[in-house]
C-alpha cells in the first residue's frame, strides 16, 4: 500500500502565494516521478508539473514562471510553491506519484485532492 497526503491547500487573493506538500508513505520501495495535477469545476484533469528522482522538472504552460516544483527524496515528499496565483488556477489539486513498491511493482498513485481558490 501506498498513500499520499496532500496539505496546503486554502483561499488565496490573486497575486499571493501558497505552497502545497504531499508526502508518500507505505510500501515504498523508490519513486521515481512525483506531480501535481489540477480539476477545475467542469473541466479535465490536466498536469501542472512533474519532478524526476533526478531533479529534471516539466511544468504546464500556463503556470511556468510561476509555479515551482520541487522535492525532497529522503522524505518521500513533493512540493509545489505556487506564486502570483491567478482566479484561472483555482482548482482541486491531486497529487501524484510513480514507483515501485517493495515488492518491486510499479505503480502509480493518487492523493485525495487539495482545494486551491482564488479570489478577491
Known amino acids: 500500500q501506498v498513500q499520499l497526503v496532500e496539505s496546503g491547500g486554502g483561499l488565496v487573493q490573486p497575486g499571493g502565494s501558497l505552497r502545497l506538500s504531499c508526502a508518500a508513505s507505505?510500501?515504498?520501495?523508490?519513486?521515481?516521478?512525483m506531480g501535481w495535477y489540477r480539476q477545475a469545476p467542469g473541466k479535465q484533469r490536466e498536469l501542472v508539473a512533474t519532478i524526476t528522482s533526478g531533479g529534471t522538472t516539466n511544468y504546464a504552460d500556463s503556470v511556468k514562471g510561476r509555479f515551482t516544483i520541487s522535492r525532497d527524496n529522503a522524505k518521500n515528499t513533493v512540493y509545489l510553491q505556487m506564486n502570483s496565483l491567478k482566479p484561472e488556477d483555482t482548482a482541486v489539486y491531486y497529487c501524484?506519484?510513480?514507483?515501485?513498491?517493495?515488492?518491486?511493482?510499479?505503480?502509480?498513485?493518487w492523493g485525495q485532492g487539495t482545494q486551491v481558490t482564488v479570489s478577491s
Open positions: 501524484n506519484a510513480n514507483g515501485l513498491t517493495t515488492s518491486l511493482t510499479r505503480g502509480n498513485y
Open positions: 507505505g510500501s515504498i520501495f523508490t519513486i521515481y516521478t
